[in-house]
């Protein structure tokens, strides 16, 4: 399912939470969600990434039937609706992932890789779709607390190829899985663009990479702006040298920009 080598791709959030750092309350309703969609779509999406929990540090967890009543009703009608799009499902939960795969989701997105639910890896090896595997120290309310790193890089490489080797027995195929650093998981500033400084090894792990920056706090603190929608530019930067590491999918919020970054910046690797 997931091929390393192809033009990246773009996944676009779409948050139907009351309360995620960025677009809480946006997109809940079914009509907001497709017009969400209709507009990512026009700027040049290749998926949609679906969630129904806010996983924002200190952020509290939502039980499987509520998840389930917020993903359902909306993966459904994009699916109705835009029926060659990719969805993807981001979630933890094997039950919520079940019903949104029947729904007409086709990718798992776990930012626990599978940890935080014994009921995942099997039934992503059950029914032949592909994982997100992503790195989380600690759980979305409590990873911000002091999180620390003998080295980052080697420590969550060994932790991905962990979950790796147990997606590998459960009986998931090589093909489809992908892992994902987990930037602002559970990581410090320096972490995080130590992360961004060296994604060429994660990509060396020898599967596809995601990345997830968008809009992320340690920008921020950067670009010393506060409100998470001055950061497109700052996001969009972080695609390109993505990009050229050969990472191949980026989940962001700003489709056009990401889209453009993306674009250009593989026009470049590949006259390299």
Not at 224 to 231: C, G, N, R, W, Y
Request: hydrophobic letters at 45%.
């Amino acid at each position: 399912m997931f091929n390393r080598n192809a033009t990246p791709q773009i996944m676009g959030i779409l948050n139907v939470t009351p309360d995620s750092f960025s677009d809480g309350g946006r997109y809940s309703t079914l009509d907001a969600a497709l017009r969400q969609v209709k507009t990512m779509l026009e700027e040049g999406v290749d998926i949609i990434d679906v969630g129904g929990e806010s996983t924002r540090p200190g952020s509290n967890p939502v039980s499987a039937d509520e998840q389930i009543n917020r993903v359902v009703p909306i993966i459904k009608a994009i699916h109705t609706d835009f029926p060659d799009l990719l969805i993807s499902i981001d979630t933890t939960l094997s039950s919520v992932a079940d019903a949104a795969l029947q729904a007409g989701a086709r990718i798992i997105n776990d930012v626990t890789a599978g940890l935080g639910d014994a009921k995942m890896l099997p039934l992503v090896a059950s029914c032949g779709m592909p994982i997100i595997l992503m790195h989380m120290q600690g759980t979305p309310k409590t990873m911000q607390d002091n999180p620390q790193y003998q080295d980052a890089v080697t420590d969550i490489k060994r932790v991905l190829q962990q979950r790796i080797d147990a997606a590998l027995n459960a009986g998931i195929q090589p093909g489809n899985i992908a892992i994902d650093p987990g930037i602002g998981f559970g990581k410090r500033t320096r972490d995080n663009i130590d992360l961004l400084a060296h994604l060429d090894q994660f990509v060396d792990m020898g599967y596809a990479v995601l990345l997830g920056t968008s809009r992320k706090r340690f920008m921020g603190s950067i670009c010393h702006v506060s409100e998470p929608e001055e950061l497109v530019t700052a996001t969009a930067v972080t695609t390109a040298l993505g990009v050229i590491a050969g990472v191949n999918m980026f989940r962001v919020h700003d489709v056009k920009a990401n889209r453009q970054a993306a674009d250009v910046a593989w026009a470049i690797k590949q006259a390299q």
